[in-house]
């Protein structure tokens, strides 16, 4: 089969590679049909992983139709389109019980040494508790497709930090980030009833696409006067903070944002992110709660509301691209050219 390949940074092929066949009693064979770019893996574009060798499959992002099962395998059959969230999981553990399925000490991560999301197919081990079923009705349906696939990651990741930043109706919120997990973010903020929506960006196109999602304001500074600007619109801060992008700037910023006793929600990866206690956080009585988004936890929900109508992440999938051009994707993506390429292989 094909599938995208790590080489080097700026260097992703699409190659063959061996078929996956099962191999656990508790797999599932699964022919992708949709994936992603994700922003985390440009930091793998990049050469930012220091971990991530040449020869590593890539891709974290898909949605398919499955093609065997294991025997011990239950809750999806052969034709079934399932979607599966960015990290495999048992499903039966007290983490996974608790809904925090990314600890889960069975689980793990797709790509790496493993199968990546970005494919023809995949072996997807603990298929029972990662696989999240697409209702028979979506099929055929590509705007409810393309609605669905951003749930694998960045609209479960921009509800997470929502959640983790306590937004609740009435509220204000403000998002740190104009990525495809901040535009998610604005969209998981006015879905929990945030009144108020204000986005920190720098790009003028994401920040008109946050608007129309339902950002109410929109702030173009950057470091302290970002902080500032929030503040005056405010009247002294957002008491929810969502910090969307995993840098020292974009949580110094989302920290300085925060009103007095409010909550940062941090979902960005982090990369070289320092946060001082004492000097940001106690003497304001700032919380700082997430991490990584347990996207398992959150599919159901997501993808009942966008079933509904109520729910829509597509715009942010603003690239479509065969697999074969997958590299196209990064090189947009890095540029800035593009919010979030979807890889289609069909």
């Known amino acids: 089969m094909r599938a995208a390949v790590f080489h080097g940074p700026a260097d992703i ?22 994936a992603c770019v994700c922003g985390s893996d440009l930091w793998i574009y990049r050469g930012a992983e220091a971990w991530y060798r040449p ?14 099962v294991g025997p011990e395998v239950r809750t999806v059959r052969p034709g079934d389109r399932v979607i599966a969230p960015f990290a495999f999981s048992d499903g039966t553990c007290g983490f996974c019980r608790e809904g925090l399925h990314t600890s889960c000490p069975r689980g793990g991560y797709w790509a790496g040494a493993g199968d990546g999301g970005q494919a023809e197919a995949i072996r997807c081990p603990l298929a029972d508790g990662t696989l999240v079923r697409v209702p028979d009705l979506v099929a055929g349906d590509e705007a409810l497709l393309r609605a669905i696939l951003p749930l694998s990651d960045v609209m479960s990741t921009g509800h997470h930090a929502a959640v983790s930043a306590g937004v609740r109706p009435g509220t204000t919120a403000c998002v740190v980030g104009d990525g495809a997990v901040g535009l998610c973010g604005v ?3 006015r879905r929990l009833g945030a009144e108020r929506v204000i986005v920190v960006g720098h790009h003028q ?31 002294g801060g957002a008491r929810s903070v969502l910090e969307c992008v995993g840098a020292q700037p974009a949580m110094e910023t989302a920290i300085a944002a925060c009103r007095d006793g409010g909550t940062v929600g941090f979902v960005g990866w982090p990369h070289g992110v320092r946060i001082d206690a004492g000097a940001q956080l106690y003497g304001r009585n700032v919380g700082v709660r997430g991490g990584v988004c347990p996207a398992r936890a959150y599919i159901p929900e997501l993808m009942a509301d966008v079933l509904a109508g109520r729910l829509d992440p597509s715009p942010v999938l603003d690239l479509v691209v065969p697999l074969e051009e997958v590299a196209r994707g990064y090189a947009a993506m890095d540029a800035r050219e ?9």
Do not use: C, F, S, Y
């Not at 891709?59 to 139709?65: D, F, I, P, Q, S």
């Not at 500074?221 to 970002?226: E, F, T």
């Open 13 to 34: 092929r699409v190659e063959d590679v061996p078929d996956p066949r099962i191999e656990r009693p508790d797999d599932a064979l699964v022919r992708i049909t949709h």
């Open 55 to 68: 020869g590593m499959r890539i891709g974290h992002e898909w949605m398919g139709v499955v093609e065997a």
């Open 187 to 189: 969209l998981a903020a």
């Open 205 to 235: 196109e994401r920040l008109a696409l946050a608007r129309r999602l339902g950002a109410t304001d929109v702030v173009t500074a950057r470091g302290d006067a970002a902080a500032a600007a929030v503040a005056e619109l405010t009247g």
């Open 338 to 346: 593009a919010v979030k390429a979807m890889v289609v292989t069909g």
